[in-house]
Structures are given as C-alpha cells and as structure tokens.
C-alpha cells in the first residue's frame, strides 16, 4: 500500500508559512472576516467539488480564505489513515474511532491531512479558532489520538478547500454560498448526512423552502 505524504508541516494558501505565528496573520482587505462561520452551497451551485457542500472556515485574512469540507466523507477510515502513516493505534482505542470515516476537504493538498478539533494539549501547528474548535495541521495530533489520548471530539479531512484574497467575497457576491456562524455541535456530533440541512436551519430557514425556490429560480 502507497504511505501518504503526510508531512510533519502543512504549508498553505490562507495559513502564515514557516517563521510566522498561526492566527498572525492581518485581515481581508475586504474587512470581512469568516472565520469559524460555514459556508452553505446554495443548491443551484452544480460544481462537482462544492455542490451540496458545507463548509467549515478555519482562517480568513489577506493571505485568503482556508476552510474544510465537513460533509462530505471520503472511503477511507482513521483505520486507513493511521496504518498509511505508521501510527500504531493503542489496544484501548474506541472502535468508533478507527471506524470514523476521513472527510473530503477540498481540493488542496488532497494527498495531506487536516484535523478540526476540540482544543487539547499542545500540537507543533496548531490555531485555537474558538474555545470550541481548534484547527492542527501537524501530525502529533493524529499520533495523540493513535495513542489514546488525543482530543474528545474531531473530524480529520484529506484536503482543504481554499481561495484566494477576494475569490470568495467574489462569489458570495454571486449568491453561490450562504454564511452563518459555525455550531460546534454540527461540526462534530451530527451524522454527516445531516450537517447540510442543520447548518441551513441556523438561518432560520427550512431547507426544503430553500431547495423550492432554487428549482424555480
């Protein structure tokens, strides 16, 4: 089986490269700040990667937007991902956890892996996006969590989904996407077939309205 390229550092589009700080980073020119908010693809966008997407924003400053894909799972489980890295998982690690299925998160750098989690311990690259929710592109994490000690809640992506400065003002400006801010509890608890239509809820909106208008748009 090919080892993945998972690599001890993750540089990217939209996160500060070596030298820098996470999180120091100044913000959008736009003054628009997205960060720990989703973005809901409108269900008229027919784009092959982002239709029907929910999208999770880590960071969004001048460097531009980093965000992960959070319902759209992947065939690959922890399990995989662990023996791809040669991680070996502790004896006392909770099924549920080796059967969790890694998410797609975009189309970047789709041969690394990316971790939203609960903020825990202290990881080598790692941005506290809220008390809630944490974002790790390192790999000590994924070795806390073979180990059995790694955080209580996450969701560990293959990719990120990521825009240029101003792409993504460009397109919401295009009504391809819906914001509202981000809710912990979709992100890590509700079955993934479900997070779609809990984050368009947070609007206030019923989905099925939504979807009725955008088939006579």
């Given at each position: 089986?090919?080892?993945?390229?998972?690599?001890?550092?993750?540089?990217?589009?939209?996160?500060?490269?070596?030298?820098?700080?996470?999180?120091?980073?100044?913000?959008?020119?736009?003054?628009?700040?997205?960060?720990?908010?989703?973005?809901?693809?409108?269900?008229?966008?027919?784009?092959?990667?982002?239709?029907?997407a929910v999208v999770y924003v880590c960071e969004h400053n001048e460097k531009g937007?980093?965000?992960?894909?959070?319902?759209?799972?992947?065939?690959?489980?922890?399990?995989?991902?662990?023996?791809?890295?040669?991680?070996?998982?502790?004896?006392?690690?909770?099924?549920?956890?080796?059967?969790?299925?890694?998410?797609?998160?975009?189309?970047?750098?789709?041969?690394r892996g990316f971790v939203l989690h609960s903020p825990s311990g202290r990881y080598?690259?790692?941005?506290?996006?809220?008390?809630?929710?944490?974002?790790?592109?390192?790999?000590?994490?994924?070795?806390?969590?073979?180990?059995?000690?790694?955080?209580?809640?996450?969701?560990?992506?293959?990719?990120?989904?990521?825009?240029?400065?101003?792409?993504?003002?460009?397109?919401?400006?295009?009504?391809?996407?819906?914001?509202?801010?981000?809710?912990?509890?979709?992100?890590?608890?509700?079955?993934?077939?479900?997070?779609?239509?809990?984050?368009?809820?947070?609007?206030?909106?019923?989905?099925?309205?939504?979807?009725?208008?955008?088939?006579?748009?």
């Amino acid at each position: 089986m090919k080892k993945s390229k998972i690599g001890k550092t993750l540089p990217m589009a939209g996160l500060p490269q070596q030298g820098e700080m996470l999180g120091n980073i100044g913000p959008a020119p736009s003054g628009l700040n997205l960060a720990n908010h989703f973005l809901i693809a409108m269900p008229t966008m027919e784009d092959p990667i982002f239709g029907g997407a929910v999208v999770y924003v880590c960071e969004h400053n001048e460097k531009g937007v980093l965000g992960v894909v959070i319902n759209k799972p992947t065939d690959m489980t922890m399990e995989v991902l662990f023996d791809r890295i040669d991680l070996k998982v502790a004896d006392s690690l909770r099924s549920t956890v080796v059967d969790e299925p890694i998410m797609f998160g975009g189309p970047v750098q789709d041969d690394r892996g990316f971790v939203l989690h609960s903020p825990s311990g202290r990881y080598s690259s790692s941005l506290n996006v809220t008390d809630e929710v944490a974002f790790t592109t390192s790999i000590d994490v994924l070795e806390a969590v073979a180990s059995g000690a790694g955080p209580a809640r996450m969701l560990v992506s293959i990719g990120y989904a990521g825009w240029s400065p101003g792409q993504l003002e460009e397109e919401l400006s295009r009504n391809g996407w819906l914001t509202v801010g981000a809710d912990a509890h979709v992100l890590f608890d509700l079955p993934i077939e479900e997070r779609y239509n809990a984050a368009i809820k947070l609007l206030g909106i019923d989905p099925m309205m939504l979807a009725s208008e955008a088939g006579h748009a």
